[in-house]
T-cell receptor
Framework: DAKTTQPPSMDCAEGRAANLPCNHS???????VYWYRQIHSQGPQYIIH???NNETNEMASLIITEDRKSSTLILPHATLRDTAVYYC?????????????FGGGTRLMVKP | ETGVTQTPRHLVMGMTNKKSLKCEQH?????MYWYKQSAKKPLELMFV???????ENNSVPSRFSPECPNSSHLFLHLHTLQPEDSALYLC??????????????FGQGTRLTVV
């Protein structure tokens, strides 16, 4: 089962920052938080990941709380092309290693 | 373009047919994955290969048979499928299975319809 909780949907105005929350209260100390997005009818696209420090790349910023029980993905200036389902993923440990298990994600709608 | 290529993009097959899905990556990645995405459901992890060895099989029916002949190629052989197997099948790869460099890069998927 997925170990993350996200709101099913969010709206954001074009040009504004989109802040997508994720709860992962059962995360263990060495598990990374990953964010992916899936635009309709395409494969998921990797966005960013982090362990405990905040991370930033050309696509987004990732803010992880100090207790690591939640995180926020920030798209600083959302565009219409950012409309997608955003998945917050915590790798799930099993005997084989760490597996990426996806939950339902947040459907972000960027509106003009 | 992620560097992970899946063929075919679309496939329609009858329940008695045998077909294969192909996935190819030349990213130098050591781990490859098959996921299934049914309508209005989360992605389901089906199989995981690391260094050409299967390390995970999430209770997938035997009518789905994976094959990893080398680290760049992954196949999913299909036979006697059911209509409920209709879905988007996604292949992904990552540099490694454990550690920091495990972000997965996905292909565009194969849209499978079983009639």
């Amino acid at each position: 089962d997925a170990k993350t909780t996200q709101p099913p949907s969010m709206d954001c105005a074009e040009g504004r920052a989109a802040n997508l929350p994720c709860n992962h209260s059962t995360i263990s100390g060495n598990e990374y938080v990953y964010w992916y997005r899936q635009i309709h009818s395409q494969g998921p696209q990797y966005i960013i990941h982090g362990l405990k420090n905040n991370e930033t790349n050309e696509m987004a910023s990732l803010i992880i709380t100090e207790d690591r029980k939640s995180s926020t993905l920030i798209l600083p200036h959302a565009t219409l092309r950012d409309t997608a389902v955003y998945y917050c993923v915590v790798r799930e440990r099993n005997n084989a290693g760490n597996m990426l298990t996806f939950g339902g994600g947040t459907r972000l709608m960027v509106k003009p | 373009e992620t560097g992970v290529t899946q063929t075919p993009r679309h496939l329609v097959m009858g329940m008695t047919n045998k077909k294969s899905l192909k996935c190819e990556q030349h990213l130098g990645h050591n781990a490859m994955y098959w996921y299934k995405q049914s309508a209005k459901k989360p992605l389901e992890l089906m199989f995981v290969y690391s260094l050409e060895e299967r390390v995970e099989n999430n209770s997938v029916p035997s009518r789905f048979s994976p094959e990893c002949p080398n680290s760049s190629h992954l196949f999913l052989h299909l036979h006697t499928l059911q209509p409920e197997d209709s879905a988007l099948y996604l292949c992904a790869s990552s540099q490694e299975l454990v550690g920091r460099n495990t972000e997965a890069f996905f292909g565009q998927g194969t849209r499978l319809t079983v009639v």
